[in-house]
């Protein structure tokens, strides 16, 4: 079995490629590194990617850039990076990636938990996230070949405490390792349509 993991060296990718790696090929995909490389946000570089690893049986998105800023001081280049990496790669990651996968394959998005909660230069991440969620429930229902969807919310991970963690005040950090057990269950499961919250 084929699982295609983008953002494979990531603080999430990285866990999930663990869980994976031994049972299943795994093949690990970034913008700068791992055996193939593709911008989520270039479409180009989506379908330049993909006709290279070719067939496969799960595809798992944990990349999508971020851009946080006060609403009254975020710009619109910070504003087309939400739209164009975190939003629209992944719905073109899904829209090219139904041509390589197997029937009743699986797509796994990353959304987070700020499609359920705001903070303080949250509301690009909000707006993205919420949007992704709402994206992955109605295409679910239009998949062709018994192909599943599904869109992990990982809260706070405890590994990007340190370098996230002031701008979530009160929030529990979950464990990598039981994040990338939702993707797992995602991708080899039987749900579509679901969000996967590890809050
Ligand atoms: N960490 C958290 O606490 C947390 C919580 C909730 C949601 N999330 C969401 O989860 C996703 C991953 O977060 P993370 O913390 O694991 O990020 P990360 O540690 O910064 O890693 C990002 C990974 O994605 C790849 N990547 C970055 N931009 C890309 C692009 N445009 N196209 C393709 N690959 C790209 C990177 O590849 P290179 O290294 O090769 O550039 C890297 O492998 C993000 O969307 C984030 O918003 C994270």
């Known amino acids: 079995?084929?699982?295609?993991?983008i953002g494979a060296t990531g603080t999430i990718g990285s866990r999930i490629v663990k869980a994976l790696e031994g049972k299943y090929e795994v093949i690990k995909v970034g913008k700068s590194s791992?055996?193939?490389?593709?911008?989520?946000?270039?479409?180009?570089?989506?379908?330049?990617a993909l006709e290279e690893i070719n067939a496969f049986d799960h595809l798992i998105c944990a990349a999508g850039d971020v851009a946080f800023n006060s609403f009254t001081n975020?710009?619109?280049?910070?504003w087309q990076v939400n739209l164009s990496s975190k939003l629209m790669g992944q719905v073109n990651l899904t829209r090219e990636a139904l041509k390589y996968l197997s029937p009743r394959g699986s797509i796994t998005l990353t959304s987070g938990v700020l499609s359920d909660h705001t903070i303080?230069?949250?509301?690009?991440?909000s707006t993205v996230n919420g949007a992704v969620e709402h994206f992955v429930k109605a295409v679910s229902t239009e998949l062709p070949n018994g192909i599943r969807i599904n869109v992990v919310s990982p809260s706070l991970l405890q590994e990007s405490v340190d370098v996230y963690g002031d701008f979530f005040p009160g929030y529990q950090p979950v464990s990598g390792d039981l994040v990338a057990k939702a993707y797992i269950r995602s991708a080899l499961g039987v749900a579509t349509g679901q969000v996967f919250k590890v809050h």
């Open 1 to 5: 079995m084929k699982i295609v993991v």
């Open 34 to 48: 791992g055996q193939y490389r593709m911008d989520i946000s270039n479409t180009h570089s989506i379908l330049a």
């Open 120 to 125: 303080a230069t949250g509301t690009g991440a």
């Open 74 to 78: 975020m710009s619109a280049e910070e």
